[in-house]
């Protein structure tokens, strides 16, 4: 599959000799589309409400949203299509930064996949 190839850094466009990039495998196409499902919450994205990590709503206590955040972020990696399974989840949690990032490899219908995901635009992330 094809898609036109955002840098993961800063989210624009990627541009070679003044033109606009598509993804060059289908390996960088899967982790493209695994970046962008983990940087929308469920509802934002106009034209497919359904994508995107929910939000969690309701008191919970300090404890129990990582837990409940990483679970989240499980369940949607193994629902990406082309995602058959999950090899390794690493999560850390920087307690001075209160930056939850996770390292993953997953195995996908293109080859194994290694990935990082700093979780620091979560809307309760200071309540982890």
Excluded: C
Aim: proline share 5%; charged share 25%; net charge neutral.
């Amino acid at each position: 599959m094809k898609s036109i190839a955002i840098d993961p850094y800063t989210a624009n466009f990627v541009r070679e000799n003044g033109h606009m990039r598509y993804t060059k495998s289908e390996l960088e196409f899967i982790a493209q589309k695994v970046r962008h499902e983990l940087s929308l919450f469920l509802g934002e994205w106009f034209m497919d409400p359904g994508m995107g990590l929910p939000y969690i709503q309701g008191k919970i206590k300090k404890s129990e949203h990582r837990a409940i955040l990483e679970s989240a972020i499980r369940a949607k990696l193994i629902s990406i299509e082309e995602v058959k399974n999950i090899i390794e989840f690493t999560p850390r949690y920087d307690k001075g930064e209160r930056l939850l990032e996770v390292s993953f490899a997953l195995d996908t219908k293109a080859g194994q996949l290694d990935s990082y995901w700093p979780v620091n635009n979560w809307p309760i992330g200071a309540a982890a």
